[in-house]
């Protein structure tokens, strides 16, 4: 899809990948509409000309509020870009299920409510992109992260099953992988921490503006899933082809091998 002169609406654009992205999509020539919890951080993230909605997409209000000022502005939505999300650092066979729940509220509820919201006028126009920011942890199982890998891999599906649905209506569905990438997510966690091996990780990290230049490229060539880096996918290929081995060393990075 050409970016220039789009409508672009990012969740989550406040910092990390979802402020990277307003970032490289403002000067690919969209027009954004940008929302998060941070209205000061929104502020430092987009542009003059920028549409600003702060607020918690797991509002149904608020997803609604979003888009109808989206629509009033600019008078369509060509891009939703389903970035917000949250992680949990926290074993599942002991995690409060409240916390559970939240994570599970923004990453995929919240994401499901958007995409009901935008869906129909992209379907009324028949054009239009969904883009869903899931993790590598949608395609391997980080057990320092079960439950976050959980809300990933429902995501990672829904994408797919989006894009089946969609197809005839000329609605495209587009999932990101993002690896490592250096960002606050560690410190906005629900809870908990990585492990110490795991955050020996940073150095092999990217950062949040190459994650989303990937982003944008996957977009423009209507690609079906971005893993940012590209190597990730040789991880994802030695769980599949050596599954024992690396759930050996991943319980070993966890600390509990």
Not at 50 to 76: K, S
Not at 118 to 141: C, E, H, L, Q, Y
Not at 229 to 246: Q, T
Request: charged share 20%; net charge positive; aromatic share 6%.
């Amino acid at each position: 899809m050409k970016i220039d002169g789009k409508v672009v609406l990012i969740t989550g654009a406040s910092q990390g990948i979802g402020a990277a992205c307003a970032a490289e999509f403002a000067r690919a020539g969209a027009k954004l509409s940008l929302s998060a919890r941070s209205e000061e951080g929104l502020r430092s993230a987009g542009g003059p000309e920028a549409l600003l909605t702060p607020g918690d997409i797991t509002d149904p209000d608020v997803r609604t509020r979003i888009v109808n000022r989206t629509l009033e502005r600019y008078g369509a939505i060509d891009i939703l870009i389903n970035n917000a999300g949250i992680g949990l650092y926290r074993p599942s066979w002991e995690a409060p299920l409240e916390e559970v729940r939240r994570m599970m509220e923004l990453n995929l509820f919240a994401v499901i409510g958007m995409t009901q919201l935008v869906v129909p006028p992209m379907r009324a126009r028949r054009r239009g992109m969904i883009v869903n920011v899931g993790s590598i942890a949608g395609k391997m199982t980080l057990p320092w992260l079960t439950a976050y890998s959980a809300s990933k891999y429902a995501l990672a599906s829904l994408t797919d099953g989006l894009r089946m649905e969609l197809r005839r209506d000329g609605v495209h569905a587009m999932l990101v992988c993002p690896g490592y990438v250096l960002t606050g997510f560690q410190k906005n966690v629900i809870a908990g921490q990585a492990p110490a091996k795991v955050l020996e990780g940073r150095r092999f990290a990217i950062t949040a503006a190459e994650c989303a230049a990937a982003i944008r490229r996957g977009v423009e060539r209507d690609a079906r899933t971005v893993m940012a880096p590209g190597s990730g996918w040789l991880l994802v290929a030695a769980m599949r082809l050596f599954p024992s081995v690396v759930e050996g060393r991943m319980a070993e990075m966890n600390g509990t091998a």
